[in-house]
């Protein structure tokens, strides 16, 4: 019998919805990575292989609030990011995680920041 980790378990879950989402210039893939620590998102346009906008908790808007006003905060960052190089739609990627907690409250910040998916 094989044990499986939840990073393990969660990389398998990344792998299957990777499967089926990818980004393009007009319509990039929002990619979510959450720690411990924090909440890092970005647009992706897979096709070229860039990062067209990118939003990370270490930055000084974001440091001294809390997890789920974080997360509800880089959303709207990384809308307005988007907004600036023109992106109004986007691929909503949760990289593994449940549609929950803290990468629910991102894509309601990038929604209420006018990012459209």
């Not at 930055?59 to 109004?88: C, F, N, Y």
Request: with cysteine; proline share 2%.
């Amino acid at each position: 019998m094989t044990v499986t980790t939840k990073g393990q378990q969660r990389l398998r879950r990344r792998r299957r919805v990777r499967a089926r989402v990818s980004g393009t210039a007009e319509r990039p893939r929002l990619s979510v990575f959450r720690s411990n620590r924090g909440i890092f998102a970005q647009l992706i346009d897979d096709t070229k292989g860039h990062t067209v906008a990118a939003v990370n908790w270490i930055e000084p808007d974001l440091r001294k609030i809390t997890a789920s006003d974080q997360a509800k905060k880089a959303g709207e960052l990384l809308a307005e990011r988007a907004k600036a190089a023109g992106v109004e739609t986007c691929v909503f990627d949760r990289g593994g995680y449940q549609y929950h907690g803290r990468v629910k409250a991102l894509a309601e910040g990038a929604r209420e920041g006018g990012l459209a998916f």
